[in-house]
């Protein structure tokens, strides 16, 4: 009687112990998932912070001529320039002549220029006559002229004679020429007749282009 009861016993003892092994192994199969899922988040933060990365990069910096490079360089002013005026082939029209303003960089280095030269009449004593050149529209644009290299802008003038005798015809020497920026001229010789009326302007000036 007493091994029955014994044996009777023992077998929901088995029974319970193989219960709480596959519990253990369940529980242990249930952590996969929130393992898995703690990786994925990982993966999808990866390329979040990639993405950051790339958005706060330093810009490589400019080097054409309309960007940091100019704005680095010396400014072309009249002691490494020269200047010239050309008259443009068949430039004659209603009553104006078109020409040619020619700047030229004369010096060891390269410097930067851009917009609106000066331009202004002046006599044999280097007295200013009349207006100084008006403006033609146009967008100025950043240049950089290395050593022996031009930049030239157009030049109308207008014909005094068109004035009559609102005009005050005044004989001229030579042009000023200021290039951008700069309060030095340059002397080009340029025998013309003026008008000493400041209100008519004889001369308007374009911007300077790369030549």
């Given at each position: 009687?007493?091994?029955?009861t014994?044996?009777?016993?023992?077998v929901?003892?088995l029974?319970l112990?193989?219960l709480?092994a596959?519990?253990a192994?369940?529980g242990?199969?249930?952590?996969?998932?929130d393992?898995?899922?703690?990786?994925a988040?990982?993966?999808?933060?990866?390329?979040?912070?990639?993405?950051?990365?790339?958005?706060?990069a330093?810009?490589?910096?400019?080097?054409?001529?309309?960007g940091?490079?100019?704005?680095a360089m010396p400014?072309?002013?009249?002691?490494?320039?020269?200047?010239?005026?050309?008259?443009?082939?068949?430039?004659?029209?209603?009553?104006?002549?078109y020409?040619t303003?020619?700047?030229?960089?004369?010096?060891?280095?390269?410097c930067a220029?851009?917009?609106?030269?000066?331009?202004s009449?002046?006599?044999?004593?280097?007295?200013q006559?009349?207006?100084p050149?008006?403006?033609?529209?146009?967008?100025?644009v950043?240049?950089?002229l290395?050593?022996g290299?031009?930049a030239?802008?157009e030049?109308?003038e207008?014909?005094?004679?068109?004035?009559?005798?609102e005009?005050a015809?005044?004989?001229?020497?030579?042009?000023?020429?200021?290039?951008p920026?700069?309060?030095?001229?340059?002397?080009?010789?340029?025998?013309?007749l003026?008008?000493?009326n400041?209100?008519?302007?004889?001369?308007?000036v374009?911007?300077?282009?790369?030549?």
């Amino acid at each position: 009687m007493t091994s029955r009861t014994t044996r009777s016993t023992a077998v929901p003892l088995l029974a319970l112990a193989a219960l709480l092994a596959l519990s253990a192994c369940g529980g242990s199969g249930g952590d996969s998932p929130d393992a898995e899922a703690s990786t994925a988040a990982s993966g999808t933060a990866s390329p979040s912070a990639e993405g950051s990365a790339a958005a706060t990069a330093p810009a490589p910096s400019a080097t054409s001529p309309g960007g940091d490079t100019a704005a680095a360089m010396p400014r072309c002013t009249a002691d490494l320039l020269s200047a010239a005026v050309e008259t443009q082939p068949g430039g004659g029209a209603a009553g104006s002549v078109y020409r040619t303003l020619v700047l030229t960089n004369d010096s060891s280095t390269a410097c930067a220029t851009g917009g609106y030269p000066g331009v202004s009449y002046v006599d044999a004593a280097g007295s200013q006559v009349g207006a100084p050149a008006a403006r033609a529209e146009g967008e100025a644009v950043p240049l950089v002229l290395e050593p022996g290299r031009q930049a030239a802008a157009e030049l109308r003038e207008t014909r005094a004679q068109n004035y009559g005798d609102e005009c005050a015809a005044a004989d001229t020497a030579a042009l000023l020429v200021y290039p951008p920026d700069d309060t030095a001229s340059l002397r080009v010789e340029h025998p013309s007749l003026g008008c000493g009326n400041e209100e008519i302007e004889l001369l308007s000036v374009g911007v300077l282009q790369q030549r």
